[in-house]
């Protein structure tokens, strides 16, 4: 799993330190794929917005990196939890004012089976290099019929690769699997996996895809208690919140 990877890659603490790159993923053929290193590290900008505005019920960004959208919903008074391997951006959320814990999102975690939305954004969909595995993974943490918003990339790929981060001085972390998909593909994965495909749209260049998970009783169904976009919705789920329960 890419736990140690990014944890441990010096360049991508680096980078997190200062605030910004150039930072890369490094395939194994050399292929360097820019990280947003500066977008990560400011404020949610117009396209995050949209995406928070979707999100229902207790929010869990997975692979938070240094916590933008974890602090925007905070700041909103919306029950959110970060997670991430990476020390450095588990503090820079917590100092932003979020609540976020160092952890794989394959480790154990708070309010499994319970949160209302999933978010893998800025390419999180990659996060372990299988998507299956991954797709399986949010499905047992959101409630029956919660909500995936996924960030998928521009392009049409399907791919499953060996990377590392690395810098402009090609200083590396360890190589890790990780996986680039565009709609199509992860449509195709999810549709496999049990999934509802209830949105996809693009903006500032950005793709974005919204899935719903199986309720009990059927795939495809839409669930009536959790089918409340969040403007409509109280701005705490009725019930626990998995965030208060750490
Ligand atoms: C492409 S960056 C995404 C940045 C982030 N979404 C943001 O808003 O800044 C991937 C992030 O996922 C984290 N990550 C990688 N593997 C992970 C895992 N197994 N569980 C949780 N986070 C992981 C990395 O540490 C990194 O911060």
């Not at 395939?27 to 900008?45: I, S, T």
């Not at 590392?164 to 199509?184: E, I, K, N, Y």
């Not at 495909?197 to 839409?222: K, Y």
């Amino acid at each position: 799993m890419s736990t140690a990877t990014w944890a441990t890659a010096d360049p991508y603490t680096t980078a997190l330190r200062a605030g910004r790159g150039p930072l890369f993923l490094r395939r194994a053929d050399g292929w360097l794929l820019p990280l947003e290193v500066e977008r990560w590290c400011a404020r949610a900008d117009g396209v995050d917005l949209d995406v928070l505005e979707r999100c229902e019920g207790a929010v869990l960004d997975v692979g938070c990196g240094p916590g933008r959208l974890v602090a925007e919903l905070a700041a909103r008074g919306r029950p959110v939890l970060g997670i991430d391997v990476s020390e450095t951006a588990v503090d820079r959320t917590v100092r932003l004012g979020g609540q976020a814990l160092r952890r794989s999102v394959f480790d154990p975690l708070p309010g499994e089976g319970r949160w209302g939305t999933v978010l893998l954004m800025d390419g999180n969909v990659g996060i372990g290099g299988d998507p299956r595995a991954l797709l399986d993974r949010a499905a047992g943490l959101l409630s029956p019929g919660g909500l995936l918003i996924a960030e998928t990339l521009p392009v049409d790929v399907d791919e499953r690769v060996e990377v590392q981060v690395v810098d402009l001085t090609l200083t590396a972390g360890g190589a890790f699997p990780w996986a680039r998909l565009g709609t199509p593909a992860l449509l195709r994965h999810a549709s496999r996996a049990g999934w509802s495909a209830v949105d996809q749209w693009t903006a500032g260049g950005r793709r974005f895809v919204a899935l719903r998970s199986r309720t009990a009783s059927s795939s495809a169904e839409t669930p009536k208690s959790t089918a409340v976009i969040s403007s409509q919705r109280p701005r705490k789920p009725s019930g626990e919140s998995p965030v208060a329960e750490r």
